[in-house]
Nanobody, 115 residues
Framework: QVQLVESGGGLVQPGGSLRLSCAAS????????MDWYRQAPGKQRELVAR???????NYADSVKGRFTISRDNAKNTVYLQMNSLKPEDTAVYYC?????????WGQGTQVAVSS
């Protein structure tokens, strides 16, 4: 049974930082491309960051220079370091694991950026 369990969300002030984690089980983690998506109220789910099996990373323009995705294959975990957070970063953040499509989803973790 595949499980992706996100953690690390919460309420933070603008300009603050959070680190999200996604622990995977039931898959051979090192073979998977890992993504972070987010979905704000009333908006479509969007890709925030991606890291491939060989460590290549891609980011949405809106988070470039502020967010960093990384992975630890020994711990079957992917991370999203989020710095300089803005109110528009408020969303539910989802972990996604895929080799092709459709892949697997986590249950999401809420991030709220507000003063």
């Amino acid at each position: 049974q595949v499980q992706l369990v996100e953690s690390g969300g919460g309420l933070v002030q603008p300009g603050g930082s959070l680190r999200l984690s996604c622990a995977a089980s039931g898959i051979i983690f090192r073979f998977y491309t890992m993504d972070w998506y987010r979905q704000a109220p009333g908006k479509q789910r969007e890709l925030v960051a991606r890291i491939t099996r060989d460590g290549t990373t891609n980011y949405a323009d809106s988070v470039k220079g502020r967010f960093t995705i990384s992975r630890d294959n020994a711990k079957n975990t992917v991370y999203l370091q989020m710095n300089s957070l803005k109110p528009e970063d408020t969303a539910v953040y989802y972990c996604h694991a895929a080799i092709g499509s459709p892949g697997y989803w986590g249950q999401g973790t809420q991030v709220a950026v507000s003063s």
